[in-house]
């Protein structure tokens, strides 16, 4: 099965300036993840979907960032204005579902450098 | 609230070397636990998981047996490969998280030939 993609991989902007990245979860998948991670750092959770709605955006700062899955597949998720702390790489994830016993599948990541 | 300590890297080690990587953990209910594997440039992959005490999980040659009375999650290979070079990640995921993951903050492994 085709696993979770991601675009872009890399990309470079400044601070103030906006970027959005995206994301297809695995055919079938009702449930997506967009997670930060810091470098040196274990992956952060920044909002999980269950199918269109979210199911937690507690650390989700969202005076800068939004993330849509405006048809329960793809999900964009957006940064405005970046930081200089946005620096890090944004993994998704999806799964069949909210059960434990089900993994979670990782894309390859979009690592973003803010200048 | 929940959370994973993981033994701090980096880790250097030989070839055919016998790996632990320590992992403890803190959570309000009975967690899933999970190892996760990140080869350079790509995202996490899952290797191996337990969801109820005393379960072993295993996968090729990795083992973690879930210790509730240590909270404790180590990893373990009785010999190391150079292409088992990479970053490990401890998780867990329990019912009063939506069944979220919570990461350790990761181990870098390094084998040499």
């Known amino acids: 099965e085709a696993g979770v993609a991601q675009s872009p991989r890399y990309k470079i902007i400044e601070k103030r300036q906006s970027v959005a990245f995206w994301c297809n979860p695995i055919?079938?998948?009702?449930?997506l993840y967009w997670y930060q991670q810091i470098l040196g750092q274990g992956p952060k959770l920044l909002i999980q979907?269950?199918?269109?709605?979210?199911?937690?955006d507690s650390q989700l700062p969202k005076d800068r960032f939004s993330a849509e899955r405006l048809k329960g597949v793809d999900s964009t998720l957006k940064i405005q204005p970046a930081k200089l702390e946005d620096s890090a790489v944004y993994l998704c994830?999806?799964?069949?579902?909210?059960?434990?016993?089900?993994?979670?599948?990782f894309g390859d990541g979009t690592r973003l450098s803010i200048l | 609230g929940n959370s994973v300590t993981q033994m701090e890297g980096p880790v250097t080690l030989s070839e055919e070397a016998f790996l632990t990587i320590n992992c403890t953990y803190t959570?309000?209910?009975?967690?899933?636990l999970f190892w996760y594997v990140q080869y350079p440039g790509e995202g996490l992959q899952l290797l191996l998981k337990?969801?109820?005490?005393?379960d072993k999980g295993s996968n090729k040659g990795f083992e973690a047996t879930y210790r509730k009375e240590t909270t404790s999650f180590h990893l373990e290979k009785g010999s190391v490969q150079v292409s088992d070079s990479a970053v490990y990640f401890c998780?867990?995921?329990?019912?009063?998280?939506?069944?979220?993951?919570?990461f350790g903050s990761g181990t870098q492994l390094t084998v040499l030939p």
């Open positions: 979907f269950q199918n269109n709605g979210v199911v937690d």
């Open positions: 337990a969801t109820k005490a005393d």
């Open positions: 994830a999806s799964s069949l579902g909210r059960d434990s016993n089900q993994p979670q599948h």
């Open positions: 998780a867990l995921s329990d019912r009063g998280s939506a069944r979220q993951l919570t």
């Open positions: 055919s079938g998948h009702a449930t």
């Open positions: 959570a309000t209910g009975y967690p899933s």
